[in-house]
């Protein structure tokens, strides 16, 4: 990661103004990840907790609970992808930010699978890791340039796979509002939350009251599940 300065505060009010962001950096190489730990928390991030292995990073993410998990795939032990799976089945309000050394496209979709919010290279500047930890904390999807139409191409062939369950219950799909569906079709297409806001002219915070409503009815657990949800559905199409 080059060493650019920060550009605004890095940290910040949390999600709801409610204090800093609360992170976890996992890594398995001392100084990449003292280095990572000591820059978000010069930025204005409340850095929890630390791990240098998979199996410590599960534990002490549930001791910490942080608000968003900065995960290296490339861990002993446990593999990341394994460590995300558990960490967000433990707490489906935890994000998971990977930042990996690997811009594999296999690896980068098994992250987001696994439900990571979010996969950064490591070549990212300081700047750029702030920024994505600030967005991913905010429920963005955030990616390396490049990535995030590899990672919508793959909902994309999924969603038009048939699969061995077909949705039965699609009848009995919860009811969303007429603004609900709006918000969740700009989602699809992979507007963040401030450019929503922008184009239905309401307030960042009134996005996120929408998004966390239909979550609930949908009883789906992050925004990577809403959008693969509103993919099979073609809302991205509309």
């Given at each position: 990661?080059t060493?650019?300065?920060?550009?605004e505060?890095?940290?910040?009010?949390?999600?709801?103004?409610?204090?800093?962001?609360k992170v976890?950096?996992?890594?398995?190489?001392?100084?990449w990840?003292?280095?990572?730990a000591?820059?978000?928390?010069?930025?204005?991030?409340?850095?929890?907790?630390t791990a240098?292995d998979g199996?410590q990073?599960?534990?002490?993410?549930?001791a910490?609970a942080?608000d968003?998990?900065?995960?290296?795939?490339?861990?002993?032990?446990?593999p990341?992808?394994q460590?995300?799976?558990?960490?967000?089945?433990?707490n489906?309000a935890?994000?998971v930010?990977v930042?990996s050394?690997s811009g594999?496209?296999?690896?980068?979709?098994?992250?987001?699978?696994s439900?990571?919010?979010g996969?950064?290279l490591?070549?990212?500047?300081?700047?750029?890791l702030?920024a994505a930890?600030?967005r991913?904390a905010?429920?963005?999807?955030?990616?390396?340039?490049?990535?995030?139409?590899?990672?919508l191409?793959?909902?994309?062939r999924?969603?038009s796979?048939?699969?061995?369950a077909?949705?039965?219950?699609?009848s009995?799909?919860?009811?969303?509002?007429?603004?609900?569906?709006?918000?969740?079709?700009?989602?699809?297409k992979?507007?963040?939350?401030?450019?929503?806001a922008?184009?239905?002219?309401i307030?960042?915070?009134?996005v996120?009251?929408h998004?966390q409503?239909?979550?609930g009815k949908?009883q789906?657990?992050n925004?990577?599940?809403?959008?693969?949800y509103?993919i099979?559905r073609?809302?991205?199409?509309?």
């Open positions: 990661m060493d650019t300065a920060a550009g505060p890095g940290g910040g009010p949390g999600r709801s103004g409610q204090g800093p962001v976890m950096v996992v890594d398995d190489h001392p100084m990840r003292d280095a990572v000591r820059d978000l928390s010069e930025s204005g991030f409340e850095v929890v907790a240098g199996d990073a599960v534990r002490r993410a549930k910490a942080p968003v998990l900065v995960l290296d795939l490339n861990l002993p032990g446990k990341g992808v460590v995300c799976k558990e960490v967000v089945a433990a489906p935890l994000r930010l930042l050394a594999e496209h296999a690896d980068v979709l098994e992250a987001v699978k439900g990571a919010t996969y950064l490591k070549s990212a500047s300081t700047q750029d702030q930890v600030r991913t905010a429920g963005d999807p955030v990616f390396t340039p490049g990535l995030a139409g590899l990672v191409g793959e909902y994309r999924l969603a796979d048939p699969g061995p077909p949705d039965s219950g699609a009995k799909a919860p009811r969303l509002t007429g603004r609900e569906t709006e918000v969740l079709r700009l989602v699809a992979g507007l963040s939350y401030k450019q929503i922008e184009r239905l002219v307030s960042h915070r009134t996120q009251n998004v409503n239909t979550l949908l789906l657990h925004r990577v599940e809403l959008v693969r509103a099979e073609g809302l991205d199409d509309e």
